[in-house]
């Protein structure tokens, strides 16, 4: 049965390609081509540091039949000429590429990955494709398009050519033009056909003059200690993907279909990012462009060969994956996967080696046409997290390759994905869209954190970073990525806005989770917004969510602010559920949302709870357990917290209560009374002072000693380490804590 099925899909297909074939013959709605040349530049935008950019044009001759020698390339602004380049390359017309063009162009966005102005190929006065429109569209692209790609395997010569250069941004604009300056480039081309004159076709680009990233705000700095952001994308794609002239040792991606002009290397790309004033990103090619494990390595060679101590390129995929379960609507890749599958989108981030999702061949991005080539999401996230990494829901509000497995999908709270592409794209504003769903999702008791992409496949654009803050950290790809997976950021294309909360006298940043121990009494905190807008102003709003809620709160909402500062706002902690604080701000110089802070009720006995407090060597003292508490067992109870300053005495003590009252720079997490045991030391390496102690109590051990005759079978322990700590607030400071139940 399953065979006749495929061969029933089979026939479907093929009798689809050879009819949309003579539909394309037809010819969309393109540019009247006449005589001259099309130019269609790959050129930054906008940047805000003057580097020197890798940039393209590609020259392209729509005439049939014709051959033209194009011999050079002038890149020009008011000033002069700033590129001359020789080419000798000759070109064979071919009018169908630019009626594959003028599809592209006309589709959504998401799919063209066009983004901004047409690429001179559809009129201008010709709209976007709607609705069924767009199915029928593609279909007769892809079928063109695989036309095309026979004869030129066959040995037909092309009829464009990309002519690559260096712009250097800094004959462009100088130190003193105020951001918002713009730059109109002439690109020209001379030309000549057989036995004629020779010809000359330009066309123009504009480049913008972007702010510069702005610092931390002080008022983060003097209570949260020196703190770097470091700006990025994670969701880029580069010539490894191409459709049509893809960059060596990778095959041309039959499935990544309209991908033919503008992709860059990796190397390339650096110098564009760099140039937006971020310094990294993450290679996410689709998981079907890259078929084997020596292209996938190629890859993580070539990151890693372009990355330094001062730009780092993270080698990723972007997963194609089965949806799984019920579905919440369609979108069009279901339609364009002739009903064989319903497919997502992942970021597949911090992977060891390559995944397999899809195929390079014609819909290898779908399942059942051929082969069986795509796992269930869930799988994949398995295999993810398997080799360390972590997934991210791209584009999930998308109508083409959206996320529709609404119920299926859990998130860090079942150690199954780990956040949502919230800013997809250049811009993002408001709490609707990719926004939307994933506050959807923490409502419904998710834990995802927001991370945001650009989707580049040609060359970079200005769009909304993930700002992740490094508070003395090296930066490297290790420690990138560790910031990345704990959710330590904010997303921005232009305010800096860094939230937090204030709880027991200390400050738990953006992405913790902080589980609260039974019987948690409500608690005050403060919900902070960090913030500096430069010279421009906006509003700030505080949101606060509950698991079981339709939607969230507006907690606060500042007037109008500008320059740096903080704003703030008190509450009384809800103890009995997963609630969380998140931070949004709207400027007429950009938006910027921020990750949540989670409480959460304690699920497990044992369990660690409260923040360490914070010390010179930069110790986290985290609670760990071995064994049970017993009043009977011979097997220790052992509760141990490290890693501690080395050499420094300290004491264990414990409680019946809990609570959250700041005590000197860090919290007491315990309630008075308060029992001690004995001093210890936390040992470690010899002097100096550093991270190589710990300290730890057999609680077993001390009850079966007959020292506290309360602590009898089902009595809940709070308990914490004390120690000195010379030369922090108070000369001392506390571990994390940890509660438990002494079981018989």
């Known amino acids: 049965m399953k065979d006749t099925l495929h061969s029933l899909r089979r026939f479907a297909a093929f009798s689809l390609v050879a009819a949309l074939a003579f539909a394309a ?9 006449g005589a001259d040349l099309v130019l269609v530049p790959h050129v930054m935008r906008s940047a805000s540091e003057l580097l020197g950019v890798a940039s393209a044009v590609m020259v392209y001759d ?3 039949g014709r051959e033209v020698t194009v011999d050079r390339v002038q890149i020009s602004s008011p000033d002069g000429v700033l590129v001359d380049l020789p080419v000798e390359r000759e070109l064979f017309g071919d009018p169908r590429f630019g009626q594959l063009g003028a599809i592209v162009e006309r589709l959504p966005h998401e799919i063209s990955h066009i983004h901004g102005r047409r690429r001179d190929f559809a009129d201008d006065r010709a709209g976007f494709f709607l609705g069924h429109k767009v199915e029928q569209k593609i279909h007769e692209g892809e079928a063109l398009l695989a036309q095309l790609r026979r004869e030129w395997a066959a040995g037909r010569e092309l009829p464009m050519h990309e ?10 604009f100088t130190t003193e033009d105020a951001p918002g300056t713009e730059v109109e480039l002439t690109l020209s081309v001379t030309w000549s056909t057989q036995g004629q004159q020779q010809r000359s076709t330009s ?4 480049v913008e003059l972007l702010p510069r990233a702005l610092d931390v705000p002080q008022t983060y700095a003097q209570t949260m200690g020196a703190t770097v952001i470091q700006r990025g994308d994670m969701h880029v794609h580069s010539c490894h993907g191409e459709a049509a002239g893809a960059c060596a040792p990778s095959e041309n991606c039959a499935a990544e279909s309209f991908q033919l002009t503008g992709s860059f290397s990796y190397a390339q790309l650096r110098s564009q990012f760099a140039a937006l ?3 990294w990103y993450t290679a996410t090619d689709h998981s079907y462009c890259v078929n084997d494990d020596a292209e996938y390595q190629t890859i993580v060679t070539e990151c890693l060969s372009a990355s330094d101590s001062s730009f780092q390129i993270l080698p990723h995929l972007e997963l194609s994956s089965d949806e799984v379960g019920s579905q919440s609507g369609s979108d069009l890749s279901d339609i364009l996967c002739l009903g064989t599958t319903s497919t997502n989108h ?7 080696s390559r995944i397999n999702g899809g195929e390079q061949g014609f819909l290898g991005f779908c399942n059942g046409l051929f082969s069986d080539v795509l796992e269930p999401f869930d799988q994949n996230l398995a295999v993810i997290n398997a080799q360390g990494g972590f997934g991210v829901a791209n584009h999930p509000d998308a109508s083409t390759w959206g996320w529709e497995s609404i119920s299926a999908t859990t998130g860090q709270e079942a150690g199954s994905l780990h956040g949502v592409e919230i800013w997809s794209g250049s811009s993002m504003s408001g709490q609707g869209s990719h926004v939307g769903t994933w506050v959807d999702w923490l409502l419904n008791g998710r834990i995802l954190y927001g991370y945001s992409g650009s989707d ?7 769009y909304g970073a993930n700002c992740v803050l490094f508070s003395g950290e090296e930066f490297n790809n290790e420690n990138l990525l560790e910031l990345l997976r704990q959710g330590r950021l904010y997303i921005s294309n232009g305010p800096v806005l860094i939230g937090d909360v204030l709880i027991g006298g200390q400050a738990l940043p953006m992405g913790t989770v902080q589980t609260l121990p039974p019987s948690s009494p409500a608690a005050s905190i403060t919900a902070r917004a960090h913030y500096n807008f430069g010279s421009s102003s906006g509003n700030i709003t505080i949101f606060y969510g509950k698991v079981g809620d339709s939607s969230e709160s507006v907690l606060a909402q500042s007037g109008t602010l500008s320059g740096s500062g903080v704003f703030e706002f008190p509450h009384t902690l809800n103890t009995q559920t997963r609630t969380w604080y998140r931070v949004y701000a709207e400027t007429d110089g950009g938006n910027a949302y921020g990750n949540p802070v989670f409480f959460q009720p304690a699920t497990s006995d044992p369990v660690a709870y409260c923040t360490s407090t914070p010390v010179l060597q930069g110790c986290s003292l985290d609670i760990s357990f071995t064994g049970a508490p017993s009043t009977t067992s011979s097997s220790p109870f052992i509760i141990e917290a490290s890693p501690a300053p080395s050499n420094r005495n300290g004491i264990f003590f414990y409680g019946f209560a809990p609570t959250f009252n700041p005590f000197n720079a860090g919290t007491l997490c315990v309630q008075p009374p308060i029992r001690r045991t004995g001093v210890q030391n936390s040992a470690g390496g010899p002097p100096p002072v550093d991270c190589s102690g710990s300290f730890s109590f057999n609680f077993n051990a001390y009850m079966s000693g007959g020292s506290d005759p309360a602590l009898q079978p089902g009595l809940t322990v709070y308990s914490q380490f004390w120690f000195r700590s010379p030369g922090d607030p108070g000369n001392s400071a506390m571990s994390q804590a940890a509660a438990f139940t002494i079981q018989p």
């Open 62 to 64: 729509p005439v049939d």
């Open 203 to 206: 066309t123009t680009a504009r």
């Open 277 to 279: 004033g971020t310094n």
């Open 346 to 352: 992942m970021g597949a981030h911090g992977i060891t």
């Open 163 to 172: 002519v690559p250069f260096t712009l250097q941004l800094g004959e462009l």
């Open 456 to 462: 580049t496949h040609n060359e970079a654009f200005a």
């Open 25 to 33: 013959s037809q010819g969309p709605a393109e540019k009247e081509s």
